[in-house]
Every structure is written in structure tokens, then in C-alpha cells.
């Protein structure tokens, strides 16, 4: 397949006056078929699509990937509690408004995947179809209490040796395959190059800030409606690792039994969560888009 690459940086006003950013790729030509909008994780950003988006926009489809508010190019929040997904699917629906998208098919790994689920449930129309990246309506406690104990905590960092090794420390359990070259990669991902050289993570550490807040509860409201409501009369595909600590098999498995016509698909040796260019995941995505609107 040859991949496309007609890239644009777009930047959109959220509600309460940020300015945010998105990668703006147009898909290649052909039949007119509705956009994705991909969502990243928690601590990443738009970066995160990077090996995926192009390969989707060969298929004739648009793609926005946004960077969520306090993360990348995107403005910080002055007010560290509209880290919440209600407050981020609002911004979604405001790149919509700005980016002449109607509706949309929504790639969602992680807190995108939330984001998905509320976007949906405030704004069914604008949705058409959805890809959950290793992310259900709850979270596995175990995999809570990781993410948790790095997001938002301080890092000591004074080199892109040293960014590659915490980028490999985070997540070499959910990446098992990926080299030296890899971890390096990924830390270009997600950091950023001060002024000093210095490279940084590349969010703002506030972001927890809700976690903290809500304690044992973080993240995990009860999201099985609007799962079901999702799921319900629209394609989804279901993304897990294989070795996911954050979407166990039961979790899985109750949204198969809640959503019957949900399409599932486990990437082996893959932990939380995909990058979504494995071989089973790209072949997953692209039998999906080829049936959804």
C-alpha cells in the first residue's frame, strides 16, 4: 500500500478560549468516505498516530489526530480540573465545528477511548462508527495504579539517552519487541526540546490533577452506559493487548456480551496499549474501515 501524506497543522478555540492543536491529513482520492479523528492516551499526543494515520489516509479517509489540552502543542489549562474526559470531548466536538467535520468515525486508544464513549453519549449524531484502543467503559485496578504512579510526577531527565530509557522503563512491558532505535523513537514522541536542549516531557504535569483529586475512583465513573449507547447501532471494533493490565479479558468480555455485534481483536505480546501498527491491528482496522461509512 502506498501511504499518504498530505499533511497540514490546524490549530482550533476550545470553549473556554485555548488554542489547541491537530494533524490535518487529507486522504487520497477517491470516493468520498467520512474522516477518523484519532484521540491519544493520557500522558501522549497526537505523535502517537503517526505510524497509522498515513496508511488510513491511503484508504481514502481523512484523518484529524488531536493533541488533547495540556499535552503537546496544545495550550495548558489554567484550570487543571478541566482535565476531565467531559471537558476533552467538548474540545473534540469544537475541532468538528472549526474543521467542517459533521460526523466522523473516532479512533480512540486509552483516555481517547473514553473521550469516544462521552463524545458519543452528549453528541450521538456526530459519530458514526468507533475503534476503541485497549480501553472499556472500566479499567482493570492494576493497570490504574500504574499509570498513576508516573503521570504527572516529576522526572529527572538530561539527555535523549536518558528520555529513551524512562520512554523503555514506562513501557517495555507493553512493547516487549522494540530495540534501542525503537525507545528512542518513542521518546521523540513524547517529549519536547527545551530552550536548553534539555528534553522535557511533553505535557503538562497538571493533568493528573483529577486522578489525585478523585483517589481510588480516578478514571473509572460508570461508563458502561454510555458503552452500551456507543455500541449500540454503530460499527466498533475493540482493540485489547494481549497482555493489557489495564483492559483484563473479563473486561473484554462483559463488552462483548453487552454489545454482541462489537468486533474484537487481541494483538499478541502486546501489552497497554497498541500502537496500532502491528500487523493484526492494522489488518483489524483496515477490514474495519473498509465496511464502516
Not at 450521538?124 to 492494576?142: K, M, Q, W, Y
Not at 519487541?177 to 536542549?197: L, Q, V
Not at 483529577?210 to 466498533?236: H, M
Request: aromatic share 6%; glycine share 8%.
Amino acid at each position: 500500500m502506498t501511504e499518504h501524506t498530505d499533511l497540514a497543522e490546524r490549530r482550533f478555540t476550545s470553549s473556554d478560549g485555548l488554542s489547541l492543536f491537530a494533524r490535518d491529513r487529507a486522504g487520497a482520492d477517491g470516493p468520498a468516505r467520512l474522516p477518523v479523528i484519532a484521540i491519544h492516551g493520557l500522558t501522549r499526543n497526537s505523535a502517537d498516530f503517526e505510524g497509522v494515520a498515513p496508511r488510513i489516509t491511503a484508504l481514502g479517509r481523512r484523518v484529524v489526530s488531536v493533541d488533547v489540552r495540556g499535552r503537546g502543542r496544545s495550550d495548558r489549562a489554567p484550570d487543571p480540573m478541566t482535565y476531565v474526559p467531559p471537558v476533552y470531548a467538548q474540545d473534540v466536538l469544537a475541532l468538528m465545528d472549526q474543521a467542517g467535520i459533521g460526523r466522523a468515525i473516532l479512533l480512540g486508544t486509552s483516555m481517547g477511548g473514553l473521550i469516544t464513549m462521552v463524545l458519543a453519549a452528549v453528541a450521538p449524531d456526530r459519530v458514526a462508527a468507533s475503534i476503541l484502543n485497549d480501553i472499556g467503559p472500566e479499567v482493570a485496578p492494576e493497570g490504574l495504579a500504574r499509570i498513576a504512579a508516573y503521570a504527572g510526577q516529576k522526572v529527572e531527565i538530561t539527555s535523549w539517552d536518558d528520555a529513551a530509557a524512562y520512554a523503555r522503563r514506562i513501557n517495555e512491558g507493553a512493547l516487549p519487541h522494540y530495540d534501542e532505535a525503537d525507545w528512542m523513537a518513542f521518546a521523540r514522541r513524547t517529549f519536547r526540546e527545551g530552550p536548553d536542549g534539555v528534553p522535557a516531557l511533553d505535557y503538562d504535569p497538571d493533568i493528573s490533577a483529577p486522578i489525585r483529586a478523585a483517589g481510588k475512583d480516578a478514571l473509572v465513573p460508570d461508563l458502561w452506559p454510555a458503552f452500551r449507547n456507543l455500541a449500540e447501532g454503530r460499527p466498533t471494533l475493540l482493540i485489547r493487548g494481549a497482555t493489557s493490565d489495564l483492559l483484563s479479558p473479563a473486561i473484554a468480555e462483559r463488552m462483548q456480551a453487552e454489545a454482541p455485534d462489537l468486533t474484537r481483536v487481541d494483538i499478541p505480546a502486546i501489552g497497554h496499549a497498541p500502537m496500532l501498527d502491528e500487523p493484526e491491528a492494522w489488518a483489524a482496522i483496515e477490514r474495519f474501515l473498509a465496511e464502516a461509512p
